[in-house]
């Protein structure tokens, strides 16, 4: 469906026998729905003969369909017609309504060439503002320049003017969508290009989506990719970032870059909350690697199976030793896998890393977990502080340092540049976005 906002003029709907620019738009761009913005002026005007929807309902005749119209009548505006502040607001209010009343298919079209200058600079202004698709469309004069003579309106008669209106039979398309729109799309691509610098890969993603025509099919399917990715979803991503030549690893390592992104973006008590599973996962990469103990190999539907246990004497005596019950534990309990990789690796210095990061989950996880607190990097540091982790507390950036580390002890490959994997795609898809 195709809508049109339009201000309404002094000259419209039919001026020098021919369109004014609202009826010349619903004529040439096949227009489904005018929304016509009438001042007092123009409201006394269509109270006295309804020129306006009257020659919308010719036109419709004339093109085998019903054009529909709703009259946004301000009786009121008198004065101040040319104050900008007084459209700005009502102008975003009005075509955020229509906006939200339309499919995804329906394009809304604005008309820049009628009203009074306030009117039609307050259009141009919200244009790169706005955060979904509009049209501007501008309508020369039949003699494409200024009107410069004036028309005596007193006896307008809409009959007789359309029955005179050239545009009826030999008129030529005067329309021309105005350029503001390309600049409105240079100014959304910068934007997104700052969403995806500051890693707001959904925000970037729903900014995209009011310029999709705009975009190349390579750039707007990238930024879907970037968004599933980041959402941690790589089964969808994985396709469009390979084509692409962008790196995608495994769940682990796409954790812990989401992790990362955290902390830059000093969302910390996420970040907190989001250790649990990374370090579980580590934990049972040490036992499987180090103490070649595969843990989810002693267990039964996620639970420690008495049975399976009672196989290895040494890994039942551990898991019998303060532990209850073990059977009715978790198999990714961190306690538990702590107490295991102390048990059975050899290296010292890989064990004390696994205890300290126990100690840091333990010591900053509660309060954020089950509180609504606010969590900063100083916060961290000082709940850190304790000597069994160290006397001058742990950054996030040096807690994920220690995780990578112990990964890298498994003999998984963190390459030099990991943690630059999203800057690198960074760069490809605004690149993309210039092309």
């Given at each position: 469906?195709?809508?049109?906002?339009?201000?309404?003029?002094?000259?419209?709907?039919?001026?020098?026998?021919?369109?004014?620019?609202?009826?010349?738009?619903?004529?040439?761009?096949?227009?489904?729905?005018?929304?016509?913005?009438?001042?007092?002026?123009?409201?006394?005007?269509?109270?006295?003969?309804?020129?306006?929807?009257?020659?919308?309902?010719?036109?419709?005749?004339?093109?085998?369909?019903?054009?529909?119209?709703?009259?946004?009548?301000?009786?009121?505006?008198?004065?101040?017609?040319?104050?900008?502040?007084?459209?700005?607001?009502?102008?975003?209010?009005?075509?955020?309504?229509?906006?939200?009343?339309?499919?995804?298919?329906?394009?809304?079209?604005?008309?820049?060439?009628?009203?009074?200058?306030?009117?039609?600079?307050?259009?141009?202004?919200?244009?790169?503002?706005?955060?979904?698709?509009?049209?501007?469309?501008?309508?020369?004069?039949?003699?494409?320049?200024?009107?410069?003579?004036?028309?005596?309106?007193?006896?307008?008669?809409?009959?007789?003017?359309?029955?005179?209106?050239?545009?009826?039979?030999?008129?030529?398309?005067?329309?021309?969508?105005?350029?503001?729109?390309?600049?409105?799309?240079?100014?959304?691509?910068?934007?997104?290009?700052?969403?995806?610098?500051?890693?707001?890969?959904?925000?970037?993603?729903?900014?995209?989506?009011?310029?999709?025509?705009?975009?190349?099919?390579?750039?707007?399917?990238?930024?879907?990719?970037?968004?599933d990715r980041y959402m941690l979803d790589s089964e969808k991503a994985a396709q469009v970032?390979?084509?692409?030549?962008?790196?995608?690893?495994?769940?682990?390592?796409?954790?812990?870059?989401?992790?990362?992104?955290?902390?830059?973006?000093?969302?910390?008590?996420?970040?907190?909350?989001?250790?649990?599973?990374?370090?579980?996962?580590?934990?049972?990469?040490?036992l499987k690697n180090i103490c070649h103990i595969n843990v989810k190999r002693y267990c039964?539907?996620?639970?420690?199976?008495?049975?399976?246990?009672?196989?290895?004497?040494?890994?039942?005596?551990?898991?019998?030793?303060?532990?209850?019950?073990?059977?009715?534990?978790?198999?990714?309990?961190?306690?538990?896998?702590?107490?295991?990789?102390?048990?059975?690796?050899?290296?010292?210095?890989?064990?004390?890393?696994?205890?300290?990061?126990?100690?840091?989950?333990?010591?900053?996880?509660?309060?954020?977990?089950?509180?609504?607190?606010?969590?900063?990097?100083?916060?961290?540091?000082?709940?850190?502080?304790i000597e069994e982790i160290s006397p001058d507390g742990m950054t996030p950036q040096k807690?994920?340092?220690?995780?990578?580390?112990?990964?890298?002890?498994?003999?998984?490959?963190?390459?030099?540049?990991?943690?630059?994997?999203?800057?690198?795609?960074?760069?490809?898809?605004?690149?993309?976005?210039?092309?």
């Amino acid at each position: 469906m195709n809508i049109l906002f339009s201000p309404v003029g002094m000259t419209d709907p039919i001026k020098y026998n021919h369109d004014g620019a609202m009826l010349h738009i619903c004529r040439y761009f096949d227009i489904d729905k005018v929304y016509m913005y009438m001042s007092k002026e123009v409201c006394d005007e269509e109270d006295k003969d309804h020129r306006f929807t009257y020659c919308l309902e010719r036109l419709g005749e004339a093109k085998n369909k019903k054009i529909a119209c709703e009259c946004i009548r301000r009786p009121e505006l008198t004065d101040g017609i040319e104050r900008f502040d007084y459209f700005t607001e009502e102008f975003s209010t009005l075509l955020n309504d229509i906006r939200e009343g339309m499919g995804e298919e329906d394009t809304l079209y604005l008309n820049i060439s009628s009203g009074t200058p306030a009117m039609k600079a307050t259009l141009l202004y919200l244009i790169p503002l706005t955060p979904y698709k509009m049209v501007p469309v501008q309508v020369f004069t039949p003699e494409k320049k200024s009107n410069s003579k004036h028309e005596k309106r007193e006896d307008f008669d809409p009959e007789l003017e359309w029955e005179g209106n050239d545009d009826n039979d030999n008129g030529i398309d005067r329309c021309v969508i105005s350029d503001i729109a390309s600049y409105s799309a240079k100014i959304q691509k910068k934007m997104v290009a700052t969403l995806l610098e500051k890693y707001n890969y959904v925000g970037a993603w729903e900014v995209a989506k009011t310029i999709k025509d705009t975009l190349s099919p390579g750039a707007y399917e990238l930024l879907i990719a970037a968004r599933d990715r980041y959402m941690l979803d790589s089964e969808k991503a994985a396709q469009v970032l390979k084509k692409n030549s962008i790196p995608l690893y495994d769940k682990a390592k796409e954790y812990l870059l989401r992790l990362d992104l955290l902390v830059r973006k000093e969302e910390y008590a996420d970040f907190i909350r989001g250790l649990s599973p990374l370090l579980a996962d580590m934990y049972q990469c040490v036992l499987k690697n180090i103490c070649h103990i595969n843990v989810k190999r002693y267990c039964t539907n996620g639970r420690w199976d008495y049975t399976k246990v009672s196989e290895d004497r040494r890994l039942f005596d551990v898991l019998d030793a303060g532990n209850g019950d073990f059977t009715r534990l978790h198999y990714n309990n961190s306690n538990v896998l702590v107490s295991l990789i102390s048990e059975f690796a050899d290296d010292e210095e890989l064990k004390t890393k696994c205890i300290k990061l126990r100690s840091v989950e333990e010591r900053i996880r509660n309060d954020t977990a089950h509180e609504l607190v606010s969590v900063s990097q100083k916060d961290i540091v000082e709940r850190t502080t304790i000597e069994e982790i160290s006397p001058d507390g742990m950054t996030p950036q040096k807690i994920i340092s220690i995780i990578i580390k112990v990964y890298e002890h498994c003999g998984i490959n963190m390459k030099k540049n990991f943690l630059f994997a999203y800057d690198n795609m960074n760069e490809i898809i605004i690149k993309a976005l210039d092309g």
